[in-house]
């Protein structure tokens, strides 16, 4: 698809390019532990966006020179597989994953207590399927549910949503045409209680723009949370075969 | 009291003082700390349903002979911490060239863990009679947050088992299980532990293992 | 617990096998449950998803037009890596591409070039300096034993699926990528005097030696490859070759007719 800048209209009849309203993320599906050898795991899908999060750890850190005598360390790994996107990747890092994959354990870092496990490292590693702009914010998603699925103590789940702008109009969670040719693109992390752990922009925003791009990000972190609480919360019910009300018998 | 099903960071209650395992105290509120079950008793308690094992001294626990240093066992405990077995903790006194004619790469041992510094520096021995070497029967894995379960209130339900199944069970806190047996007995003993771990979590978890145990051995006489 | 089994571990299995039997149950010529989603990445020009019991393998294939070889300046190109990405594993490491790595991929390059699935002088587009290149790219996602013959499949049922992109490039209309092969892989190991079809995790860390058998839809062999320090004798290579074709006509006859 060869598009012009000039020729594009972003909105048409006040809907976007594939039929959303500027206030509206993109359908989500996500599905817990979904696989055997990883301790926790995630598979979300945002859009056209397909990744996969996996924990390992707490573990022993190799090479031993890296551990931390008080705390965990967190590795935080961003991939894309050559597949994912439209003309096909070389494998490997380039410059671009190694700083998705730093802002990314930034993003998840503050909320993991790693004073629980000393001299270890709690590994997290990100697999981008088939990418749709909004990886990361996908990645860091699936990797919030995969952490909480491994059993590593957080103080809250971490949710990500980007705002955007195009055509002068700001946008929620833009899909790729939308980033590609838009005016601005601003990723977003958070805790529910609007703690912000990750925040990039590029391009260029107004002040006052700014500070709309910023909640309208954080209504759609909020709406990410909802579905991330849910798919955790449904895992659990898919094991029980019964309501729990009696007292688990403890030492 | 009460069971729920929670997500990091949910509020479990505006009383500080109930803050139990697994949770964390914020400007005077509870909240969770892990994904699990909120168990609400005087304290609120957070089960997780996965989770590494974290060596505590006192522990029984199964472990693998990884690697043998001067004077150590290095011994894989399914744990983010290996556990050392130092020479003069070995019920024997060996010299340090036959560390591996005892233990060698390989070897599983029932042992309990001695003492854990605040460097995660694990300390294991293997002084006692109940403790030692394994060489017959079956050693299984299980998550170790549900060996509370297996065990039950007071060892209710391993005693439960060991009497019904005419077996020996050693069930070490870090998940790992070592069992001793007839062939048959061992299957049959093997098949009630996945099934505990796999409903620890139920209502009424005991009256129906004993059922299924019944069943089981009126299928086989 | 560690990648190392222990011997207590070993010895059970040891014994299992002394009364003909297997951990999970299974027959030693029997394979796990498979399935396979084809069409998984709608931006790749084909794409499958290989569940292998526990074992995942997402395998994708692009296209584009490039260069010719100068040895083969009328044909196509086929290239095929594999990356054992950490998040399948906690034995696999970040970085490029290990020897095991390098063989497996090797190895499904090999099932997919020997058996001429792909008819490379179809690939030309401007004969000497413009041909089509496929790229198959195994992505391991989860190691549950036996990747080898799921990556091999995964391959296939892929380009089975894959659709040239020629509009894209201006070179007409989109088609679908003529394959007239389906070779599959079948591994099998050696373990205490037996040999055993489709190892998981255990299974392949006590095996002596393993023998992954390519075969074609009219049951001759495009491919093998002996892997591991052990040895075999001639009639265990047969007895092998024997199985494996079978067992390859039977994964052909369920999933991947052509």
């Known amino acids: 698809m060869d598009m012009d800048e000039a020729e594009i ?10 039929g959303r309203g500027a206030d509206q993320i993109r359908p989500i599906k996500i599905e817990v532990g979904v696989l055997a050898r990883a301790d926790g795991s995630c598979y979300v899908e945002m859009g056209k966006n397909k990744v996969i999060a996996a924990v390992y750890g707490p573990r022993e850190v190799h090479p031993r020179h890296l551990q931390e005598v ?77 952490l909480a699925d491994a059993g590593i103590p957080m103080k809250s789940m971490i949710s990500s949503c980007a705002a955007g702008k195009v055509g002068d ?11 590609n040719f838009g005016q601005a693109d601003m990723p977003l992390a958070m805790t529910p209680s609007g703690e912000i752990t990750l925040l990039q922009m590029d391009g260029r925003l107004s002040q006052e723009e700014f500070r709309q791009a910023l909640q309208m990000a954080m209504r759609g972190c909020r709406e990410v949370y909802e579905i991330q609480r849910k798919s955790l919360l449904d895992k659990y019910s898919q094991l029980e075969s019964e309501p729990v009300q009696e007292v688990q018998a403890l030492e | ?20 395992e697994g949770t964390f105290v914020k400007d005077g509120k509870v909240y969770s700390l892990l994904y699990g079950l909120a168990n609400y008793k005087d304290k609120i308690n957070v089960i997780p349903l996965a989770g590494k094992y974290v060596p505590a001294p006192g522990d029984n626990v199964i472990g693998v ?7 150590n066992w290095i011994v894989d405990i399914n744990s983010p911490y290996d556990g050392l077995l130092h020479i003069s903790e070995f019920p024997k006194r060996i010299e340090a060239e036959e560390m591996s004619k005892y233990l060698r790469m390989g070897s599983s041992i029932m042992t309990r863990v001695k003492d854990v510094d605040p460097t995660m520096k694990v300390e294991l021995t293997l002084n006692d009679r109940k403790l030692g070497s394994i060489r017959t029967g079956r050693v299984i894995e299980i998550s170790h947050t549900r060996v509370p379960r297996l065990i039950g209130k007071g060892g209710s339900m391993i005693s439960m088992l060991k009497k019904e199944m005419n077996c020996n069970i050693f069930v070490g806190q870090n998940g790992m299980i070592w069992i001793s047996g007839g062939e048959e007995e061992m299957d049959l003993a093997l098949k009630t532990i996945l099934l505990i771990e796999k409903e620890a979590h139920t209502n009424g978890l005991t009256d129906r293992i004993v059922e ?10 | 617990m ?31 449950e498979i399935s396979i989603e084809k069409n998984v990445i709608s931006k790749a020009e084909g794409s499958a998803l290989v569940k292998l019991g526990l074992s995942q393998v997402m395998v994708g294939v692009k296209m584009q037009p490039g260069e010719p070889f100068p040895d083969s300046p009328n044909r196509g190109v086929i290239i095929t890596n594999a990356e054992l990405v950490p998040l399948a594993s906690p034995t696999f490491e970040p970085g490029p591409p290990n020897e095991v790595g390098i063989e497996l991929a090797r190895l499904v390059d090999r099932g997919v070039r020997e058996s001429k699935a792909v008819d490379l002088e179809k690939l030309c587009i401007i004969p000497g300096k413009q041909v089509w290149v496929i790229f198959i790219d195994v992505h391991i996602l989860d190691d549950c034993g036996n990747i080898k013959d799921a990556s091999s499949l995964g391959a ?65 062999i495009c491919g093998m490859q002996k892997s591991g320090p052990g040895m075999l004798t001639p009639e265990q290579a047969y007895r092998i070759v024997d199985i494996a074709c079978q067992k390859a006509r039977e994964i052909r006859e369920k999933f991947l007719e052509v």
């Open chain 1, 169 to 179: 109009t700001l946008i929620m969670d833009p899909m790729k045409e939308e980033d």
């Open chain 3, 2 to 32: 560690s990648s190392v089994l222990s011997e207590i571990r070993k010895d059970y299995l040891y014994n299992l096998v002394l009364k003909g039997e297997r951990a999970d149950g299974r027959r030693f010529d029997e394979y796990r």
């Open chain 2, 212 to 221: 299924f145990l019944k069943s089981e051995k009126g299928a086989r006489s």
């Open chain 3, 156 to 220: 296939i049922a892929a380009l089975l699926t894959t659709r040239v992109p020629a509009s894209r490039f201006g070179l007409g209309e989109d088609y679908s990528l003529p394959v007239n092969d389906v070779p599959i892989a079948t591994t099998a190991i050696e373990f205490g005097d037996v040999l055993m079809f489709d190892p998981d995790v255990d299974e392949e860390s006590i095996a002596n030696t393993k023998l992954t058998v390519i075969s074609t839809a009219d049951g001759s």
């Open chain 1, 70 to 146: 008080t705390r965990a360390i967190v590795r935080y790994r961003y991939n894309m597989a050559s597949f994912s996107v439209e003309e096909r990747k070389r494998p490997g890092p380039d410059r671009r994953s190694h700083e998705l994959s730093k802002v990314s354990r930034e993003a998840l870092e503050p909320v993991i207590l790693t004073s629980y496990f000393p001299r270890s490292v709690i590994d997290v590693f990100v697999e981008v399927l088939q990418a749709d702009a909004g990886t990361r914010t996908a990645g860091i998603n699936a990797a919030s549910v995969a």
């Open chain 2, 65 to 71: 002979i990884k690697d043998i240093t001067f004077s």
């Open chain 1, 9 to 18: 209209s972003f909105f048409k009849d006040g809907l976007r390019l594939d």
């Open chain 2, 1 to 20: 009291m009460d069971r729920k099903v929670v997500v990091p960071g949910d509020l479990l209650s505006e009383d500080a003082k109930r803050s139990g």
